[in-house]
């Protein structure tokens, strides 16, 4: 009788993308068939015992064969993209202000002003976010 996984390079694999990235390993043993979500051959490779042993330490791609800790490039999210994302934290609060007859202290109005000058593109040169205000609401006054 022949195994499924004799046409693989090992019992255990790493299975990679295009760019070498290990996306996830496999114990082949344990499955009577191949799984359907396993790749062909050629997308997978040979684990050697101290990488299967240290799988679970970070991210990890396989170029030619060898083995090396993967470092995933920085995701640099635009400021004003940021900034679109705040404004729903700031309706958040501007909901409860409302519901509990608050209103938003000083600090958080110019907060809301330069965000939206961000998220609208009217400010061009600020590189962050402002720091959230510690007192978001006040007491209303009549």
């Not at 000083?106 to 809301?112: I, P, S, T």
Request: glycine share 4%.
């Amino acid at each position: 009788m022949s195994v499924w996984y004799s046409t693989y390079p090992s019992t255990r694999l790493a299975v990679f993308g295009s760019d070498g990235v290990v996306t996830g390993w496999v114990e082949c043993t344990p499955f009577a068939e191949k799984p359907d979500w396993l790749p062909d051959a050629d997308q997978t490779a040979a684990v050697p015992d101290d990488v299967w042993k240290n799988r679970a330490t970070g991210y990890w791609q396989v170029k030619n064969g060898v083995f090396s800790q993967y470092t995933p490039p920085t995701v640099t999210v635009p400021l004003k993209t940021q900034a679109v994302s705040a404004q729903a934290w700031i309706q958040q609060q501007a909901n409860l202000a409302s519901a509990m007859a608050e209103v938003f202290t000083a600090d958080m109005k110019a907060y809301v002003k330069a965000i939206a000058a961000i998220a609208n593109g009217t400010d061009t040169t600020s590189t962050a976010l402002p720091a959230q205000p510690a007192d978001v609401m006040a007491a209303a006054t009549t």
